[in-house]
């Protein structure tokens, strides 16, 4: 799989969507229309989005690790995220949080992957993928900060928002956000800069951070 080329089949079928992929306040009012007044259009919006929200979580968790190259597998969790967000539709009783949830869905998946992984590969080198904690309490202290830095994001003007969604909520290094964004390192770096800046001004954002 070349990084290149799913990418950009992602975007000819995201370009379809009247909202971005990181407007997640668009895509919740979407749910409601559809899960309340039945609305097709909308439904058509909600599940073109999923589809394409999760097909990103996996070829970008995919394509920053060697050690995850195997194609099958990134299509299999594709397709095993998606029906389980069809089936459990039902279990969303806010539609405010549809999409923090689909993420969460996503998140679980790929830490599923990871604990049925050989041995060999080690869960605790540096930048690899880190498996949380089994404390109740502190995965709804980090849960909650997260849902609040997504929303914060969201807010960020829109030339921000995808540098900084990659950088803070997938993690990506500043040479990984290059291949995705068009962009030199020097103007990536001044754009994160320019976020943080934002976000720690963000009162809705340092009362997510006070309570958590």
């Given at each position: 799989m070349t990084l290149a080329s799913p990418f950009r089949?992602?975007?000819?079928?995201?370009?379809?969507?009247?909202?971005h992929l990181n407007e997640t306040d668009k895509v919740n009012t979407a749910f409601r229309r559809w899960r309340q007044d039945d609305d097709d259009e909308a439904q058509y919006h909600v599940e073109l989005w999923t589809y394409c929200f999760i097909r990103r979580y996996f070829l970008m968790k995919f394509t920053r690790d060697a050690l995850f190259n195997n194609?099958?597998?990134?299509d299999a969790l594709i397709e095993q995220a998606y029906v389980k967000v069809q089936?459990?539709?039902?279990?969303?009783a806010?539609?405010?949080?549809?999409?923090?949830w689909v993420s969460v869905v996503?998140?679980?998946?790929?830490?599923?992957?990871?604990r049925n992984l050989p041995q060999a590969v080690s869960i605790n080198q540096e930048d690899g993928p880190q498996l949380q904690g089994d404390s109740l309490e502190a995965t709804f202290d980090i849960g909650m900060l997260?849902?609040?830095?997504?929303e914060a994001v969201d807010r960020l003007p829109e030339y921000l928002c995808d540098?900084?969604?990659y950088r803070f909520i997938e993690g990506l290094s500043y040479q990984e956000i290059g291949r995705f964004i068009d962009k030199p390192l020097p103007v990536i770096r001044s754009y994160v800069?320019?976020?943080?800046?934002?976000?720690?001004?963000d009162p809705i954002f340092l009362a997510y951070v006070g309570r958590s």
């Amino acid at each position: 799989m070349t990084l290149a080329s799913p990418f950009r089949s992602l975007a000819s079928v995201a370009q379809h969507l009247p909202f971005h992929l990181n407007e997640t306040d668009k895509v919740n009012t979407a749910f409601r229309r559809w899960r309340q007044d039945d609305d097709d259009e909308a439904q058509y919006h909600v599940e073109l989005w999923t589809y394409c929200f999760i097909r990103r979580y996996f070829l970008m968790k995919f394509t920053r690790d060697a050690l995850f190259n195997n194609p099958a597998d990134v299509d299999a969790l594709i397709e095993q995220a998606y029906v389980k967000v069809q089936d459990h539709l039902s279990t969303v009783a806010d539609s405010a949080h549809y999409a923090s949830w689909v993420s969460v869905v996503c998140k679980n998946a790929f830490l599923n992957y990871l604990r049925n992984l050989p041995q060999a590969v080690s869960i605790n080198q540096e930048d690899g993928p880190q498996l949380q904690g089994d404390s109740l309490e502190a995965t709804f202290d980090i849960g909650m900060l997260h849902q609040g830095l997504r929303e914060a994001v969201d807010r960020l003007p829109e030339y921000l928002c995808d540098i900084a969604y990659y950088r803070f909520i997938e993690g990506l290094s500043y040479q990984e956000i290059g291949r995705f964004i068009d962009k030199p390192l020097p103007v990536i770096r001044s754009y994160v800069n320019k976020a943080v800046r934002k976000l720690r001004k963000d009162p809705i954002f340092l009362a997510y951070v006070g309570r958590s």
